[in-house]
């Protein structure tokens, strides 16, 4: 009897991927999809501020202001653009043709190393909040680079009560692509276990094809493992894909173990393929399943899981909603494998969480799941 079911599932599992291998647009989803989507925003898509056309209004030029000005001309944060005064920069800035002024006033030099009010004026274009704020702590730290220097030159204490040294750790270069593209893995994943899974089996509902499989002698569960070990599969290989470009292409590093980011992604996969059978389940047609999969699975992965946007910067509803989104905790574990190594104080909750919601996902898929055609 065990070796009729064995069989019997083998060849259930062997019917879909023949399935699979024949259907174009579930191997795209799953390989070339993700493969874009990391080209797109590894190389298209930046929370960094490089070469900002900032408009620079020297009132009194002198030496001063012309080593400053050379400071902001090397950056390779700014672009200067020379203006005549600050009526002009302000009108530039109006019509978004520089982000920000550098307002160098006709005291500079008097007021340079003396107390009392700055020889600078900053004015930033807020439109863009996040681009203003690091504009902003760029200006600052060249300002604070040039004074301690002139101070060295001169010979003269640094006019400041406090001196600042920074230290960026497990990502010194402070570039976004190397969070960006760990934290793209997750939604990455989340197309291949949730939309695809929802979407296949819909259409299967449509088809009638999953109808016929009902009505043969095989159990519900020999069904749903023959549904969801395929997507499984083509999920773990997209990860695969995915690791080999960050590592290779992009050059983010992966500092932990590669065993413990695939224990952790079979995890995720697992409330992934929950989440996708318990909608094809509830949704049997393609368009609805799509749009349920869209904004239940692939939207809050997006935007709520910190992949892009900080959850402590959220309001408190909405931090609160992120625990029950299983990219969340994914996402956690990807960035601190790939840029700190194995942090066992963030792994191991995280990974108890996946285990958490996959056993609630499959849970519910099986509840909801008949071998009924009604």
């Given at each position: 009897?065990?070796?009729?079911?064995?069989?019997?599932?083998?060849?259930?599992?062997?019917?879909?991927?023949?399935?699979?291998?024949?259907?174009?647009?579930?191997?795209?989803?799953?390989?070339?999809?993700?493969?874009?989507?990391?080209?797109?925003?590894?190389?298209?898509?930046?929370?960094?501020?490089?070469?900002?056309?900032?408009?620079?209004?020297?009132?009194?030029?002198?030496?001063?202001?012309?080593?400053?000005?050379?400071?902001?001309?090397?950056?390779?944060?700014?672009?200067?653009?020379?203006l005549?005064?600050?009526?002009?920069?302000?009108?530039?800035?109006?019509?978004?043709?520089?982000?920000?002024?550098?307002?160098?006033?006709?005291?500079?030099?008097?007021?340079?190393?003396?107390?009392?009010?700055?020889?600078?004026g900053?004015?930033?274009?807020?439109?863009?909040?996040?681009?203003?704020?690091?504009?902003?702590?760029?200006?600052?730290?060249?300002?604070?680079?040039?004074?301690?220097?002139t101070?060295?030159?001169?010979?003269?204490?640094?006019?400041?009560?406090?001196?600042?040294?920074?230290?960026?750790?497990?990502?010194?270069?402070?570039?976004?692509?190397?969070?960006?593209?760990?934290?793209?893995?997750?939604?990455?994943?989340?197309?291949?276990?949730?939309?695809?899974?929802?979407?296949?089996?819909?259409?299967e509902?449509?088809?009638?094809?999953?109808?016929?499989?009902?009505?043969t002698?095989?159990?519900?569960r020999?069904?749903?493992?023959?549904?969801?070990a395929?997507?499984?599969?083509?999920?773990?290989?997209?990860?695969?894909?995915?690791v080999?470009?960050?590592?290779?292409?992009?050059?983010?590093?992966?500092?932990?173990?590669?065993?413990?980011?695939?224990?952790?992604?079979?995890?995720?996969?697992?409330?992934?393929?929950?989440?996708?059978?318990?909608?094809?389940s509830?949704?049997?047609?393609?368009?609805?399943?799509?749009?349920?999969a869209?904004?239940?699975?692939?939207?809050?992965?997006f935007?709520?899981?910190?992949?892009?946007?900080?959850i402590?910067?959220?309001?408190?509803?909405?931090?609160?909603?992120?625990?029950?989104?299983?990219?969340?905790?994914?996402?956690?574990?990807?960035?601190?494998?790939?840029?700190?190594?194995?942090?066992?104080?963030?792994i191991?909750?995280?990974?108890?969480?996946?285990?958490?919601?996959?056993?609630?996902?499959l849970?519910l898929?099986?509840?909801v799941?008949?071998?009924?055609?009604?």
């Amino acid at each position: 009897m065990t070796l009729r079911v064995s069989r019997r599932l083998r060849g259930l599992v062997r019917k879909e991927f023949v399935q699979i291998r024949r259907d174009p647009s579930s191997l795209a989803i799953a390989f070339l999809l993700p493969a874009l989507l990391l080209l797109l925003f590894g190389y298209g898509v930046s929370l960094d501020a490089h070469h900002v056309r900032v408009g620079l209004v020297v009132a009194q030029p002198t030496a001063e202001t012309s080593s400053f000005t050379s400071r902001l001309q090397h950056s390779a944060y700014f672009t200067p653009v020379p203006l005549p005064d600050i009526h002009a920069a302000e009108q530039a800035m109006s019509r978004r043709e520089i982000s920000a002024i550098v307002w160098l006033r006709e005291d500079f030099t008097r007021k340079l190393l003396g107390p009392g009010e700055a020889p600078i004026g900053v004015m930033l274009d807020g439109v863009d909040a996040n681009t203003a704020r690091i504009v902003e702590g760029y200006v600052q730290q060249t300002w604070q680079t040039w004074l301690a220097a002139t101070a060295a030159e001169r010979g003269q204490p640094m006019p400041s009560t406090l001196a600042v040294t920074a230290r960026v750790w497990f990502n010194p270069a402070v570039e976004s692509r190397d969070y960006l593209v760990p934290g793209l893995i997750a939604v990455i994943m989340t197309l291949t276990g949730a939309l695809l899974t929802a979407l296949v089996i819909a259409r299967e509902w449509e088809r009638g094809t999953l109808e016929a499989l009902m009505v043969t002698p095989v159990s519900l569960r020999e069904i749903i493992i023959s549904k969801l070990a395929p997507y499984f599969v083509l999920g773990m290989g997209g990860m695969a894909v995915s690791v080999a470009m960050a590592e290779w292409l992009f050059g983010v590093p992966l500092r932990g173990s590669f065993a413990v980011l695939v224990l952790a992604a079979g995890l995720f996969m697992g409330a992934a393929l929950g989440m996708g059978l318990l909608i094809s389940s509830v949704a049997r047609n393609q368009f609805v399943a799509g749009q349920i999969a869209i904004i239940v699975t692939f939207l809050p992965a997006f935007i709520l899981s910190g992949f892009i946007f900080d959850i402590g910067s959220m309001p408190e509803p909405i931090r609160l909603f992120t625990y029950l989104v299983a990219a969340r905790y994914f996402v956690a574990i990807l960035q601190s494998a790939f840029l700190a190594g194995d942090v066992w104080s963030v792994i191991l909750p995280n990974a108890a969480a996946l285990v958490v919601m996959a056993a609630i996902f499959l849970g519910l898929a099986r509840l909801v799941t008949r071998k009924r055609l009604d």
